[in-house]
């Protein structure tokens, strides 16, 4: 059984920063490209990071020099630090793994405001 738990999210005002995890189960994590995904109220869902199994990453424009994607394959989690906040990037943040079907997780909550 595939397994995505995000956690790290919360309320933090403009300019601060954030770790989110993401712990998988039932992958074979090593081996597949993560993605962290968002969604803010009334948007579609967005790519903002993806990591390959080489460590290769790529970052939606908006969060370039921002956010940072990084994998630790001993503990099969995906991380995204976030920093510089903005209350733009406020919305549910998911992870993602495609490996035949594709898995997300039930998302955390990234609140950016005063």
């Known amino acids: 059984q595939v397994q995505l738990v995000e956690s790290g999210g919360g309320l933090v005002q403009p300019g601060g920063s954030l770790r989110l995890s993401c712990a998988a189960s039932g992958i074979n994590f090593s081996g597949n490209t993560m993605y962290w995904y968002r969604q803010a109220p009334g948007n579609q869902r967005e790519l903002v990071a993806s990591?390959?199994?080489?460590?290769?990453?790529k970052y939606v424009d908006s969060v370039k020099g921002r956010f940072t994607i990084s994998r630790d394959n001993a503990k099969n989690t995906v991380y995204l630090q976030m920093n510089s906040l903005k209350p733009e990037d406020t919305a549910v943040y998911y992870c993602?793994?495609?490996?035949?079907?594709?898995?997300w997780g039930q998302g955390t909550q990234v609140t950016v405001s005063f």
């Open positions: 993602k793994v495609i490996e035949g079907p594709t898995y």
């Open positions: 990591i390959t199994p080489g460590r290769s990453t």
